[in-house]
């Protein structure tokens, strides 16, 4: 519950934020150094704080982990040593924008949503086209009531208990956590990261497929899409078996 109340109060805050960010940077001496960084996509939140810590942009602040999904990955321009609240200011601005130009609105109700789902995508795949079968694959599994079975989410899980990611193991998918899409069915409570402009767009416009799994060659990169469980095992004995 506590992160379902943060989440509201990220979305009921955002255009607030946006004017704060506005107005303290406009109050910033012109002769403040600057520094221009570019924020990849699918970084996490404390990333992106270790990240803006290293390059003198926070210092002694950090970015609050309730804005998971929320910072639009991008290039952009800080003064060195700004507050947490312009530099939030100015993620959340660049968000809107990029949702504006989609037709969406930081005030929209399923925003979380997307976001959240964008994330997954983000994590799994990297090429456009196959972000759009794998949100396909996502959505379908949900009206299905299948779930998700998401490996970056098992990830997640284990990073925020000072774990490696790598190996996932057997026992890691019945690690109790409300993020764990092998043992729950349904969307994780939040994003796991902060996606992308293709992801998003993805999440918006997914492909029809006649897919339902995937994995990813780990020699090539390739994503395998299967139709059918069996075949789906199959690919998993001849691409991960060792």
């Known amino acids: 519950m506590r992160k379902n109340i943060a989440i509201i109060g990220v979305f009921f805050l955002l255009?607030?934020?946006m004017f704060v960010g506005r107005l303290l940077s406009r109050t910033v001496p012109p002769e403040t150094p600057k520094d221009i960084v570019t924020i990849p996509e699918g970084w996490q939140v404390k990333e992106i704080n270790q990240f803006l810590q290293k390059e003198g942009i926070l210092v002694g602040e950090a970015l609050s982990p309730d804005l998971e999904g929320y910072l639009f990955p991008d290039t952009y321009e800080f003064f060195l040593d700004s507050t947490a609240e312009v530099v939030k200011g100015k993620f959340?601005?660049?968000?809107?924008?990029?949702?504006?130009?989609?037709?969406?609105?930081?005030?929209?109700?399923?925003?979380?949503?997307?976001?959240?789902?964008?994330?997954?995508?983000q994590e799994e795949v990297k090429d456009p086209q196959e972000m759009r079968i794998v949100a396909g694959i996502f959505e379908e599994r949900l009206d299905a009531g299948i779930p998700l079975q998401i490996d970056a989410t098992l990830c997640y899980i284990k990073e925020s208990r000072g774990r490696e990611c790598l190996p996932i193991e057997k026992a890691d998918k019945e690690l109790d956590s409300p993020y764990n899409t092998y043992l729950y069915q349904g969307l994780p409570p939040a994003p796991?990261?902060?996606?992308?402009l293709d992801a998003i767009k993805a999440v918006l416009?997914?492909?029809?497929?006649?897919?339902?799994?995937?994995?990813?060659?780990?020699?090539?990169g390739r994503t395998i899409f299967s139709k059918t469980l069996d075949e789906h095992n199959q690919n998993v004995i001849k691409y991960l078996s060792e």
């Open 15 to 17: 255009a607030s934020i």
């Open 92 to 121: 959340v601005e660049n968000l809107a924008q990029q949702l504006g130009d989609l037709g969406l609105s930081i005030e929209d109700d399923d925003l979380s949503r997307i976001l959240t789902l964008a994330s997954l995508v």
């Open 192 to 196: 796991i990261s902060n996606p992308g």
């Open 205 to 220: 416009s997914p492909a029809n497929s006649p897919y339902l799994y995937y994995i990813s060659d780990p020699e090539t």
